[in-house]
């Protein structure tokens, strides 16, 4: 089947799918999720099934690159079925690339598997090298069984790119062993601007915001950065370290504007299309998906209509904000 490409009402071509198969999560990170948290009944979740159909039709429609995430992927139950059924896009070549964002816990487990299905990098969220910050940071989370992963990860032939969130008085006095780190194990890294998303109850987001352009500052005393050209479409910048050669990207969506070149949508667990992500635009998928079982038309419909309805940016702004979330959803629902 062939269809006309998504193109959206500012001119803006559609490749890039990220979607979040399960707001579960065995961590707590702390500015992630509150500590109880209530998730979702299972009956609201798309099934493995669903999201083939669901992730197969924006291939059909163009889309190029599908990143998986959540909440932690790696814990959604069966999720292997799913990356499997994936690679047939990969090996048709409609789909460059299928990937992941991860905490990690799970991949000493999965490691092998990911990379027969054709995953070839994947993202791993550690804000810290030490056991005890990380034990807090995460609240359940445990830093050797992670390390496992990695190496597992790395074993498997998986680039690896390490994603930090940026938190003030946490993880400043670690940047330059992270950074180190990373080199020595020729692991890609990109800092986080902390981003206001979803009650997470009593922690004080605004403290632990620290500015990338700071954190930037502060590399720039030991390494001279060149910028590097490269977009992805997203909110992410590159740098280089030109006495190493590491490539370290910056995401910071809340004091960049990169929305012109915004070349992506989001699916959550249940089947909602976010079209930005710091919007509440969204449309529901699932009832299109679920009320024709056999029939994929009346989905894609409804994604060409969605994505004609995609804003031209967005508008997060602390300086409007109480102490709790802007965003009422939480980042584990839309995927980060
Ligand atoms: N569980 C997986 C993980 O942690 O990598 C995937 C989902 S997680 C929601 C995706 C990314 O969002 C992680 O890198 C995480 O650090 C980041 N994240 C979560 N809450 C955030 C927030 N409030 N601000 C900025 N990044 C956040
Ligand atoms: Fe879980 Fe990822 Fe959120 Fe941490 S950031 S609680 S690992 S979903």
Redesign the pocket.
């Known amino acids: 089947m062939t269809d006309a490409p998504l193109i959206d009402p500012f001119h803006r071509a559609i490749t890039y799918l990220r979607v979040?198969v399960t707001d579960r999560?065995d961590?707590r990170?702390v500015?992630?999720m509150s500590e109880n948290m209530t998730f979702l009944p299972k009956k609201e979740l798309l099934t493995l099934e669903e999201l083939d159909r669901m992730c197969s039709a924006f291939v059909r429609l163009g889309v190029e690159k599908l990143r998986i995430?959540?909440?932690?992927?790696l814990v959604r139950k069966g999720i292997m079925t799913f990356f499997n059924a994936m690679s047939r896009h990969l090996d048709s070549g409609a789909l460059k690339e299928l990937t992941l964002?991860?905490?990690g816990s799970q991949l000493a487990r999965f490691a092998g598997e990911l990379s027969s299905a054709g995953v070839r990098r994947i993202?791993?969220?550690l804000?810290t090298l030490d056991e005890d910050k990380f034990a807090q940071i995460t609240r359940w989370g445990r830093l050797p069984q992670v390390m496992k992963g990695i190496d597992a990860a790395q074993a498997a032939g998986m680039r690896i790119k390490i994603?930090v969130?940026a938190l003030k008085g946490f993880n400043e006095d670690e940047l330059f062993p992270i950074v180190d780190w990373c080199a020595e194990r020729d692991m890609d890294l990109t800092f986080?601007?902390?981003?206001?998303?979803?009650d997470?109850g009593n922690e004080n987001?605004l403290g632990q915001y620290w500015s990338l352009k700071d954190l930037r500052a502060k590399l720039a005393e030991r390494f001279t950065l060149i910028d590097l050209a490269e977009r992805t479409g997203g909110p992410a910048r590159y740098v280089q370290l030109q006495e190493t050669g590491q490539k370290i990207g910056f995401i910071t969506p809340l004091t960049h504007n990169f929305c012109e070149s915004c070349n992506r949508v989001r699916i959550t667990c249940t089947g909602e299309i976010y079209m930005c992500l710091g919007q509440e635009d969204m449309a529901d998928l699932r009832a299109p998906l679920r009320s024709h079982p056999e029939d994929d038309r009346p989905l894609e419909e409804a994604i060409r209509t969605a994505i004609a309805l995609k804003p031209k940016g967005h508008d997060f702004d602390y300086s409007r904000q109480e102490l709790g979330g802007q965003m009422s959803r939480h980042?584990?629902h839309t995927?980060?």
Do not use: A, L, W
């Open positions: 979040s999560c961590f990170c500015y992630c995430t959540g909440g932690e992927p964002t991860t905490n993202n791993v969220s804000d994603n969130v986080i601007e902390v981003m206001p998303m979803g997470i987001r980042m584990s995927g980060g």
